[in-house]
């Protein structure tokens, strides 16, 4: 990929600032939970009131701007495959690496393909992290409730806090990464099929179920991936794609 930047990034910029301040909300919401466990304030009940709506509208508002990535980047996506143009201001756009393929859908099955190489290792290395990350707050949180002691409604909001800032984001990319290595398995089937001429029904029909598959599995996630984690791995998986590419003679 020529530029680090990906058809969805504006929106995506407004996702990851709403996810950060989604975090502090979260962040203050679980602070007063457990400062509610030890007073009956009627001010800590409004700031609780209070950070539960500031969520809830972050949460609808990262999801609008989500979608609205998703669906630009899909008119990219097609844009590139057919050699198109339906968003003249951005005529010149460098982000698929396939302009050795003819438009149409061979092209547009590889631009598909390319996406999910790139997207899979990149989901792996954040659960990782995440991993790491959730143990360690679970641990924190475990040993003080046992040194504390917590009402069951300040328990209650801790673990609404704890599952809809971590695990939740956890499940999503979980989801999303083994539905995109099975996406990648059919993908490297299907190249490697077509290179025996196999019967193009067929071919098409192949091509239409990974397409449909990708799109439906990064729509559903509703999570952006980071983009320190890309442009750390960028040369690398760049490397490794050209050379999948070679195998082909798509390069």
């Not at 995440?130 to 040993?143: D, E, F, G, T």
Request: hydrophobic share 40%.
């Amino acid at each position: 990929m020529k530029k680090n930047r990906t058809p969805q990034d504006g929106y995506f910029k407004k996702v990851d600032l709403i996810t950060y301040f989604l975090f502090c909300a979260y962040t203050f919401f679980g602070i007063i939970s457990l400062i509610q466990g030890f007073t009956d304030s009627k001010i800590i009940l409004s700031l609780s009131a209070t950070s539960v709506i500031s969520i809830f509208i972050l949460e609808k508002l990262k999801d609008y701007y989500f979608d609205k990535g998703i669906f630009n980047k899909r008119v990219k996506l097609l844009d590139n495959a057919f050699n198109q143009r339906h968003e003249p201001e951005e005529a010149v756009f460098d982000y698929y690496d396939n302009d050795e393929i003819d438009p149409g859908m061979l092209k547009l099955f590889w631009n598909v393909y390319e996406s999910a190489f790139f997207s899979q290792p990149i989901i792996a290395k954040m659960l990782k992290v995440m991993y790491i990350y959730v143990s360690i707050l679970a641990l924190i949180l475990l040993i003080f409730l046992f040194m504390t002691g917590i009402n069951i409604y300040s328990l209650s909001a801790l673990v609404l806090v704890f599952s809809n800032a971590f695990l939740n984001r956890i499940y999503s990319f979980t989801r999303t990464n083994k539905s995109i290595e099975k996406i990648l398995e059919k993908s490297a089937i299907l190249a490697d099929e077509r290179e025996k001429n196999i019967d193009t029904n067929y071919y098409l029909r192949r091509v239409i179920d990974i397409i449909v598959s990708y799109e439906s599995t990064m729509s559903e996630n509703k999570y952006s991936l980071n983009k320190k984690t890309y442009s750390k791995n960028r040369k690398f998986l760049n490397d490794e794609w050209n050379e999948l590419k070679g195998k082909y003679n798509k390069k």
